[in-house]
């Protein structure tokens, strides 16, 4: 009497586990990029909170001067946090968002910027504003698509 043998070789299970240590090489890098990019879209959105007191404010006094966090309604550059957010400050019109100590490490303490440019309009008293989005430290990878170079 025969007996079949049943079940997997070792080498067959070595396949696999070769297999699913490549899949996973390739897969955290990926997610990790993922992670640091959701950190900066939450620094952006925060950022963006703001841009809406420092154009009201732009157009009740016609400038950008003197529009600093603590002023004019702007709540305080510490009070404006989120889970990896420290703070958002808001200096002459210009929202700076830090990135905390929770962020990823690929991120961390790195700082967004958002420029507020005045368009003037033809004939009009105050020009509309626009908003120019740069990364001090924060690299190109990890940036919303609009403000990356």
Not at 2 to 18: P, W, Y
Not at 25 to 31: K, N, T
Not at 91 to 112: P, Q
């Amino acid at each position: 009497m025969t007996r079949k043998q049943s079940g997997f070789t070792l080498i067959e299970l070595m396949i696999v586990v070769a297999i699913i240590g490549i899949l996973a090489a390739i897969a955290i890098p990926r997610y990790q990029d993922y992670v640091a990019r959701s950190q900066v879209t939450e620094a952006f959105n925060l950022a963006s909170g703001l841009k809406t007191a420092v154009a009201e404010i732009y157009a009740n006094t016609g400038d950008l001067a003197g529009i600093d966090s603590e002023t004019n309604g702007i709540p305080a550059a510490a009070t404006v946090n989120g889970a990896y957010v420290s703070q958002v400050a808001v200096d002459e019109g210009v929202i700076t968002a830090t990135m905390g100590v929770d962020a990823s490490a690929a991120v961390d303490a790195d700082t967004v910027v958002l420029t507020p440019v005045v368009t003037d309009a033809a004939g009009a008293e105050l020009g509309s504003i626009t908003w120019n989005c740069t990364a001090s430290t924060v690299e190109d990878q990890y940036l919303p698509q609009n403000c990356r170079g």
